[in-house]
């Protein structure tokens, strides 16, 4: 290694020129500000790090000036939130990208908070410099923009980077508020449904009957105008519930009159019952409402807080690639073999029949070390505030593989976090041995090629009282799949979403746990379908698979369970069964005896 690699005294001298750079701060002499400037005075520290390339090799030192936002007198009057990619997504992102055999490029975003929107003129704040910058003792800093340790850092970071690729003509998702899609027009699309306009508060055109519809279809398509014209004057009326402060009812009444523009009555010459429930589903629907019909999907871009992941055609590349070196300072930059989030993302085999998107934490896995103790110790005997501390990193470092990629430890690492709050040394022992299961056997999630209708399957399970503390445990996986073939029951897919987690309400009986196991599954997977809508331009089906029979056959009937306070899931459950929402519920035969 060179020592200008390994110097942190250059890493600080980085970090130094980057506040000068971006335009941070203002020289302010502390001397002379009143006393009610100096209330807002924050402190700061050196925070050093080492950087480590993808096969877990030094690559160089990092140092950040990183404020004590704790503080910040004004940190109580921030907006402070700051949304970073779903888990789901991701995948999701990956499926499209093995789908269409689309590149993937990573994109760091340099010194990312320093980079974010300027402060407006409230915000007031002075903080200290690091002493190698080279000032007086008595100099400081009155802030422009936000620095690392700012509770409002984040927030101010993602605006700026929102606005620009919403500028680049990106549209978020609906499910999913840091994945964005570029869509284009498809030429001569025949357009069976309605989208309202985010922005415009519009509606597009309607569906049409043409000659070549049959009488049935010209039918349907004359029933679908008036929901749909029908959505759009519930949409009118919601709006005018806040531009008149109207109720509810009054502003259906407006609307329906004509007073807003809008014609008083619904499409056709004769006018149907207003139908509140359909309108009200079809702008709600995960399906119909997204922004994709019509449209060819060009490519699309995860975001988290600084790392840019991104796969799209050449056009989509030039576009949002280019524009982000334009806007932003970029760090590094790779393509199909990445890291994104902690996760090594790598085409594997790429342009055979082979390929396929490979996603893994190796590297995070070699760094899990086990918790330190003596273990001559009784089982029963409380940790030392020493062990806690220990419990509660090595959790933590857990918690962000199995939550990734580490499927394998979902219900063991749920029964540890159980213990987190007053950890035992058999809890030590027990997290201990789920340090060494992840670290024996190499798990990744592999994303290859689906071709035709892809459609979601859902898989929930549920074991009544069977932890420890007598509680019931739930879990799910959940599936996009390939389309079932004719007299196969075989089929291939990818790993989208899972989990384990314990029934935090009381359940009384087994069917009672699969309920709530099935319908936290069921919702899961209309919020996949409407992110996979979105990003992929096509929809999907849901079909849901349960070994507990009872289910399937209670959908069929008018039997009501004991549990009164979960008659109205069971009746959601039939409702969407009989709807058609589930397009397949079947009962599957449980093999074998695992956990979920």
Same mark, same amino acid.
């Given at each position: 290694?060179?020592?200008?690699?390994?110097?942190?005294?250059?890493?600080?001298?980085?970090?130094?020129?980057?506040?000068?750079?971006?335009?941070?701060?203002?020289?302010?002499?502390?001397?002379?500000?009143?006393?009610?400037?100096?209330?807002?005075?924050?402190?700061?520290?050196?925070?050093?790090?080492?950087?480590?390339?993808?096969?877990?090799?030094?690559?160089?030192?990092?140092?950040?000036?990183?404020?004590?936002?704790?503080?910040?007198?004004?940190?109580?009057?921030?907006?402070?939130?700051?949304?970073?990619? $779903?888990?789901?997504?991701?995948?999701?992102?990956?499926?499209?990208?093995?789908?269409?055999?689309?590149?993937?490029?990573?994109?760091?975003?340099?010194?990312?908070?320093?980079?974010?929107?300027?402060?407006?003129?409230?915000?007031?704040?002075?903080?200290?410099?690091?002493?190698?910058?080279?000032?007086?003792?008595?100099?400081?800093? &009155?802030?422009?923009?936000?620095?690392?340790?700012?509770?409002?850092?984040?927030?101010?970071?993602?605006?700026?980077?929102?606005?620009?690729?919403?500028?680049?003509?990106?549209?978020?998702?609906?499910?999913?508020?840091?994945?964005?899609? !570029?869509?284009?027009?498809?030429?001569?699309?025949?357009?069976?449904?309605?989208?309202?306009?985010?922005?415009?508060?519009?509606?597009?055109?309607?569906?049409?009957?043409?000659?070549?519809? #049959?009488?049935?279809?010209?039918?349907?398509?004359?029933? +679908?105008?008036?929901?749909?014209?029908?959505?759009?004057?519930?949409?009118?009326?919601?709006?005018?519930?806040?531009?008149?402060?109207?109720?509810?009812?009054?502003?259906?009444?407006?609307?329906?009159?004509?007073?807003?523009?809008?014609?008083?009555?619904?499409?056709?010459? $004769?006018?149907?019952?207003?139908?509140?429930?359909? #309108?009200?589903?079809? !702008?709600?629907?995960?399906?119909?409402?997204?922004?994709?019909?019509?449209?060819?999907?060009?490519?699309?871009?995860?975001?988290?807080?600084? +790392?840019?992941?991104?796969?799209?055609?050449?056009?989509?590349?030039?576009?949002?690639?280019?524009? !982000?070196?334009?806007?932003?300072?970029?760090?590094?930059?790779?393509?199909?073999?990445?890291?994104?989030?902690?996760?090594?993302?790598?085409?594997?085999?790429?342009?055979?029949?082979?390929?396929?998107?490979?996603? +893994?934490?190796?590297?995070?896995?070699?760094?899990?070390?086990?918790?330190?103790?003596?273990?001559?110790?009784?089982?029963?005997?409380?940790?030392?505030?020493?062990?806690?501390?220990?419990?509660?990193?090595?959790?933590?470092?857990?918690?962000?593989?199995?939550?990734?990629?580490?499927?394998?430890?979902?219900?063991?690492?749920?029964?540890?976090?159980?213990?987190?709050?007053?950890?035992?040394?058999?809890?030590?022992?027990? !997290?201990?041995?789920?340090?060494?299961?992840?670290?024996?056997?190499?798990?990744?999630?592999?994303?290859?090629?689906?071709?035709?209708?892809?459609?979601?399957?859902?898989?929930?399970?549920?074991?009544?009282?069977?932890?420890?503390?007598?509680?019931?445990?739930?879990?799910?996986?959940?599936?996009?799949?390939?389309?079932?073939?004719?007299?196969?029951?075989?089929?291939?897919?990818?790993?989208?979403?899972?989990?384990?987690?314990?029934?935090?309400?009381?359940?009384?009986?087994?069917?009672?746990?699969?309920?709530?196991?099935?319908?936290?599954?069921?919702?899961?997977?209309?919020?996949?379908?409407?992110?996979?809508?979105?990003?992929?331009?096509?929809?999907?089906?849901?079909?849901? &698979?349960?070994?507990?029979?009872?289910?399937?056959?209670?959908?069929? $009937?008018?039997?009501?369970?004991?549990?009164?306070? $979960?008659?109205?899931?069971?009746?959601?459950?039939?409702?969407?069964?009989?709807?058609?929402?589930? +397009?397949?519920?079947?009962?599957?035969?449980?093999?074998?005896?695992?956990?979920?």
């Amino acid at each position: 290694w060179s020592s200008d690699v390994c110097s942190s005294d250059l890493a600080k001298k980085n970090e130094i020129q980057s506040w000068i750079d971006n335009e941070v701060y203002d020289l302010v002499d502390i001397r002379t500000l009143t006393h009610e400037q100096k209330k807002n005075f924050v402190t700061g520290r050196w925070v050093l790090t080492i950087k480590r390339t993808k096969e877990g090799t030094f690559a160089k030192c990092k140092a950040r000036w990183v404020l004590r936002g704790f503080q910040d007198a004004q940190h109580w009057d921030l907006q402070t939130d700051s949304p970073t990619s $779903t888990r789901p997504g991701f995948r999701l992102q990956c499926q499209v990208a093995a789908n269409n055999n689309w590149d993937l490029t990573h994109v760091d975003l340099k010194t990312a908070f320093l980079q974010g929107d300027k402060f407006g003129s409230d915000r007031n704040i002075v903080c200290q410099l690091p002493p190698e910058a080279g000032y007086y003792p008595w100099q400081g800093a &009155r802030l422009k923009r936000a620095a690392c340790g700012l509770n409002d850092a984040p927030r101010l970071w993602w605006n700026k980077l929102d606005k620009a690729l919403r500028g680049y003509g990106l549209i978020p998702t609906r499910a999913d508020r840091c994945c964005y899609v !570029l869509y284009s027009s498809l030429p001569n699309a025949k357009k069976r449904s309605v989208h309202f306009g985010e922005e415009s508060g519009t509606q597009e055109a309607p569906l049409t009957a043409t000659a070549t519809d #049959s009488e049935s279809e010209k039918e349907a398509i004359y029933a +679908d105008q008036q929901i749909c014209k029908q959505a759009f004057q519930v949409e009118t009326a919601l709006k005018a519930c806040v531009d008149y402060q109207l109720q509810p009812e009054e502003a259906l009444e407006y609307v329906l009159a004509g007073k807003d523009g809008s014609p008083s009555k619904p499409l056709g010459q $004769t006018a149907q019952p207003f139908n509140l429930d359909k #309108s009200l589903d079809l !702008l709600l629907d995960p399906v119909t409402g997204s922004a994709a019909h019509g449209k060819k999907v060009e490519g699309l871009v995860n975001i988290h807080v600084d +790392d840019a992941l991104m796969a799209g055609t050449e056009y989509f590349r030039k576009l949002v690639v280019d524009g !982000l070196r334009k806007d932003f300072q970029v760090g590094s930059e790779d393509t199909n073999d990445v890291e994104f989030v902690g996760q090594r993302v790598r085409w594997r085999e790429k342009g055979t029949k082979d390929a396929h998107i490979r996603v +893994d934490q190796e590297k995070k896995v070699e760094e899990l070390m086990e918790v330190q103790f003596d273990k001559s110790l009784d089982g029963k005997v409380k940790c030392t505030p020493d062990l806690h501390r220990q419990f509660r990193s090595v959790l933590g470092q857990i918690n962000w593989l199995q939550s990734r990629t580490q499927f394998q430890a979902c219900y063991q690492f749920s029964r540890c976090a159980s213990a987190s709050a007053g950890p035992t040394i058999q809890d030590c022992r027990d !997290l201990n041995k789920l340090v060494r299961q992840i670290r024996s056997v190499i798990i990744d999630l592999k994303f290859w090629p689906i071709h035709g209708k892809a459609r979601l399957i859902g898989y929930p399970d549920a074991a009544f009282r069977n932890n420890e503390d007598k509680t019931s445990q739930r879990g799910q996986v959940i599936f996009l799949a390939a389309e079932r073939k004719t007299n196969s029951p075989n089929s291939y897919g990818s790993l989208v979403d899972y989990e384990s987690q314990k029934i935090k309400r009381t359940t009384l009986s087994t069917t009672v746990a699969e309920l709530y196991a099935f319908m936290k599954c069921y919702g899961t997977c209309q919020f996949l379908r409407g992110l996979w809508m979105d990003i992929s331009g096509y929809p999907a089906e849901v079909h849901m &698979r349960t070994d507990a029979n009872n289910l399937v056959t209670t959908a069929q $009937t008018t039997h009501l369970p004991e549990q009164k306070e $979960t008659i109205h899931m069971i009746n959601q459950l039939r409702t969407e069964a009989s709807s058609g929402a589930i +397009d397949d519920l079947a009962h599957v035969v449980k093999i074998g005896r695992a956990h979920v």
